[in-house]
């Protein structure tokens, strides 16, 4: 039974793209009809493989960004210029194409308030902190739906670095739970925070150590590396917090 389960998961499914569409200047939506989807849960990621004409391969991860309940996986692919894959996603890909795709994968960064309700009273109440830079956001966007959908009690909060206001992802799911802070320029009516997530931030809109809350980091590299090396400073166990990276050091947002 477990061996047909990852035997299943391991496999290229073929995916036809249903729409992609610019969410914002440098983040583009997928929507993927994908037959044979297992199911997954938020925070899992999928493998989308590219095959050239020549029989070159590229292949890259992308973060599910909707719901187990929502029948068609979104994706959200920011654009990396001179990037070998993302800028194909991004601009070439068209309704109807085919992808090959395999997951869900990964176990480990994954939450759902229906894990929570059948895994424990102890680790249902305890609160859970997710901290988002730039398109890092997508695994959080896929969790935050389907708490809301699930009508979930845990208390979530989800700190959220973005660019300018106009690089702000999913605004519809993000509610209110979420902060943002805006790191580039704000518009002269932005009520949010502005400036990168430190540690003075870090301590004001996040759950207290105290609480014991689960945190979920996730963005660029260098991000999820200062990120989590701060808030282990400000006392949360290391054990506590677990990081997604998306790769590259360059600047988050
Ligand atoms: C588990 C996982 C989940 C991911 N989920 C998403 C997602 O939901 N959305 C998404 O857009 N990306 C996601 N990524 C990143 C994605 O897999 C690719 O790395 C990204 O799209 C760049 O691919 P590329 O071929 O365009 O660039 P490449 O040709 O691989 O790299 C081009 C240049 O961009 C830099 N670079 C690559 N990625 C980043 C980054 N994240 N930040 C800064 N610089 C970078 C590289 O260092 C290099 O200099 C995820 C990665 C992992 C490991």
């Known amino acids: 039974m ?8 391991l496999n290229w499914l073929r995916a036809t793209v249903l729409e992609n569409r610019p969410e914002t200047a440098r983040v583009h939506r997928l929507l993927l009809d994908v037959p044979g989807w297992p199911g997954h849960l938020p925070g899992q990621h999928v493998d989308l493989r590219l095959t050239a004409e020549d029989g070159y391969t590229a292949q890259r991860s992308y973060s599910v960004a909707s719901a187990p309940e929502d029948p068609r996986l979104h994706l959200l692919v920011e654009r990396f210029e001179g990037g070998e894959v993302s800028p194909y996603l991004t601009d070439e890909l068209r309704s109807g194409d085919l992808l090959e795709l395999r997951g869900p994968i990964g176990g480990y960064f994954v939450w759902s308030s229906a894990v929570d ?3 424990g009273r102890a680790e249902g109440r305890r609160p859970v902190q997710l901290v988002a830079g730039g398109a890092g956001v997508a695994p959080f966007l896929a969790m935050l739906d389907h708490h809301r959908r699930t009508g979930g009690s845990t208390p979530v909060r989800l700190l959220y670095s973005a660019r300018t206001a106009d690089d702000v992802l999913a ?5 209110p739970q979420t902060t943002i802070t805006l790191t580039r320029e704000a518009p002269s009516d932005w009520r949010g925070l502005t ?9 004001a809109q996040t759950f207290a150590p ?17 990120t989590a090396t701060t808030l282990v400073d400000l006392g949360h166990d290391p054990s506590w917090i677990r990081l997604e990276r998306f790769g590259g050091s360059g600047d988050p947002s």
């Open 210 to 226: 105290t609480t014991r809350p689960r945190v979920f980091v996730c963005g660029p590299t260098s991000f999820v590396e200062s």
């Open 117 to 119: 309700r059948d895994g």
């Open 2 to 9: 477990a061996r047909a389960a990852v035997q299943r998961r």
């Open 171 to 175: 605004p519809d799911v993000l509610g």
């Open 195 to 203: 400036g990168r997530i430190d540690r003075r931030m870090l301590e």
